[in-house]
């Protein structure tokens, strides 16, 4: 197998790894929010359950979820997940968000309490403080920590193929069964390493452009 006839299934694993990469984002970022706020609510019926929520999606792997939640229904219901692509976005979707909720938890309750109090006294709403004051600090201080969290992600797209989703690292593995060769691993191992250095730039330049908020 030459180069060129490599490179194809590998790019077409990389698409789909990058579609589970941006899926997860773009569910799981809205869906940790309300689990946030749902996590600091005083009414327990609420914050209770969404505590084990959490403590479930963060203390068990995520190998073992995307098995669970592939597998669960066809022993519940006898028919099995239809699409193992869906399974694997479910999945990483609910581990993240249970992650991003402690960062987002984290960011908001980081901020004084004078804060609040200072722009109550200056005549600001509860939304123009946090859409002003609030959510561009917290904004500013979320991003180390959710930077992590991408890099993180993108490495573990690689897990979707515990269900048969062929992503990056499936190919790679297929193509290196069948030639006996480790360059698909190299090549792959390179494509991630370039995926996490464009997200860490990302953050970078995002935390330079939010340095006013100290």
Known sequence: ?????????????????????????LLAMPLGLFVAFGRMSKIKIISVPIRFYQLLMRGTPLILQLMFVFFVPYYIFGTPFKS???????????????????IYRGGIESIDQGQYEAAKVLGYSKAQTYLRIIIPQVVK?????????????????????????????????????????????????IIYFVLNFVVEKFFLRAEKKLDYYQ
């Open 141 to 189: 201080r979320i991003l180390p920590p959710m930077g992590n969290e991408f890099m993180t992600l993108v490495k573990d797209t690689a897990l979707a193929q515990t269900i048969g989703v062929v992503e990056l690292y499936r190919n790679a593995t297929n193509i290196t069964s069948r030639t006996s060769s480790i360059a698909p691993l190299i090549v792959a191992g």
């Open 84 to 102: 193992r692509f869906t399974a694997a976005i479910v999945a990483f979707v609910l581990n993240y968000a249970a992650y991003f909720a402690e």
């Open 1 to 25: 197998m030459d180069f060129s006839q490599m490179m194809r299934p590998m790019l077409q694993g990389t698409w789909i790894s990058l579609e589970i990469f941006f899926l997860t984002i």
